[in-house]
């Protein structure tokens, strides 16, 4: 990136470039249409600079990204020279030619090969409909959609002052000399209601021309860019005025604005997915991933089927670091994008949610966390039960054996073991063994036990037995991951052959009253 003494130097050349070209004419309405492009350029790099800035860019970055502001429509001034217009259409492509006249006018020298490819790529795309499929690497893609949106938020301010003007002292360059008719093209309002650019070669008049402008909101690439739309209250004032009896153009308009509103509420999801099933995910969940534009998901963990038919762009955070996960959602979070971090079974127990949270805060980037059924529970289910019984066990210990991950001493699986109660063990069955020594340590060697496999997936496995043969089920099975181990006198439940009679809840019994149902007996 340039020095500081590099950015000034190129600064001042593009400055006197800027100068010798209104030196050039002497015609008062020419120079009018040319001092707007020049004061155009200034605002853009203002723009640019607080983009920049939002998103976290640094100093050196901040200032590539004024000189590409400086350069974007450098091509502008010889361009109305000689054609006495900025249309492309009726003259010539206004960036293609700001790229000729910075390599003409050795604009760059002093930069290097990188520098002056982000610059020029980003000069050359700042104005196309649509950007190629595979523009550069991601820091040039970066540069690219930051001139684009800084442009986009100056030329309203351009048209908010136009159109604010009485017709007789409005510049004559800015609107290509449009009629100011009645009326709006349909098939600019069909655009916008269909969430995308307008096309100019559908603009007739003035109209058309300001919901064009309006249907720019949908290529904004930056939260911060939206935040300035509204601030700058670009929307009330480009909007036509005298057609908005019309209700096409009344639904088109409100379509723009609750577009704007979503991308500035737009936020962080933490969704617990669920053990498996893809039919466990929470509706909200599935709503949420539904319409999220990004998904960081646990792949090593994550049915795929749930993942199916989703237009977001997927990561799968597998072989990610923290750094690297953190990235990603401040990246699309800058950029108003709704991001879904997707973990398996429920964010409350043994999701490592904390240290991305504890981030997100610092950042201030805003969150929401969707609860999800989780895996003990699923499993329950496959065993065909519930975990507690009156004078049984009233108590479950969700828990772990230490390995890599430590354990509190007091949280220790022989103490935990203790209380005798219903236990289910997370993330411990490759190291089965010490599982079963620990248990042993206060579990009778007779009391039951559970392996849920996969608990809830179609190829998902149940075993039962004794605490004494805990370890040789698993090995036998070949159990090492993606196992729940349950423990607890409750099992006995479903397990044929074992009568609990009378030890069973009260609830619905015949002779006990509560609220809901008195004087039964």
Known sequence: MPDKNLFKEIRERIEKTIEGYLKEVPDEEILKNLRLKAEHTFKVEENIERLAEAIGLDEAERDLARLIA???????????????????AESVNHAVLSVEEI?????????????????????????A??????????????????????????????FSEYFALPPHSRPSGAAFGLPDTEGFSHEIVDSIKSGRMASLKDVKNLNDFRLLQLSWVYDL?????????????????????????????RDAIGQIEEYLQRRLDSKVYFIGAGPGDPELLTVKGRRLLESSDVVIYAGSLINPQILQGLKARLYDSSGMTLDEIINLMKRYYHEAKVVVRLHS?????????NEQIEVLKRLKIPFEIIPGL???QAGAAQLGQELTIPEISQT???????GRTPVPAKERLSELARHNATMVIFLSAGMVERVQEELLQAYPEDTPVAIVEKASWPDGRVFRGRLKELADICINAGIKRTALIYIGDVLKASLSGEDLTGRYSRLYSSDFEHSFRKGSR
Request: avoid cysteine.
């Open 70 to 88: 400086l350069l974007h429509d450098i091509g502008r001034f010889p361009q109305y020279l000689k054609y006495r217009t900025f249309r492309d």
């Open 345 to 353: 079974g429920d964010l409350s127990i043994y999701s490592s949610l």
């Open 221 to 249: 690439n930056f939260r911060e860019s939206f935040r300035i739309f509204r601030e700058r209250g670009y929307l009330s004032q480009i909007a036509p005025t005298s057609p908005l009896r019309d209700d096409r153009l």
């Open 129 to 158: 409909y649509t950007l190629p499929e595979t523009v550069g690497d991601q820091q040039e893609g970066l540069f690219i959609r930051l001139i684009r949106d800084a442009d986009k938020l100056d030329i309203w301010r351009v």
């Open 374 to 376: 989780s895996s003990f």
């Open 103 to 127: 390599e003409r006018l050795n604009l760059l020298d002093g930069l290097d090969d990188r520098e002056t490819r982000i610059i020029t790529s980003a000069v050359k795309f700042h104005n």
């Open 396 to 402: 479950v210990i969700l828990t772990r054996l230490e």
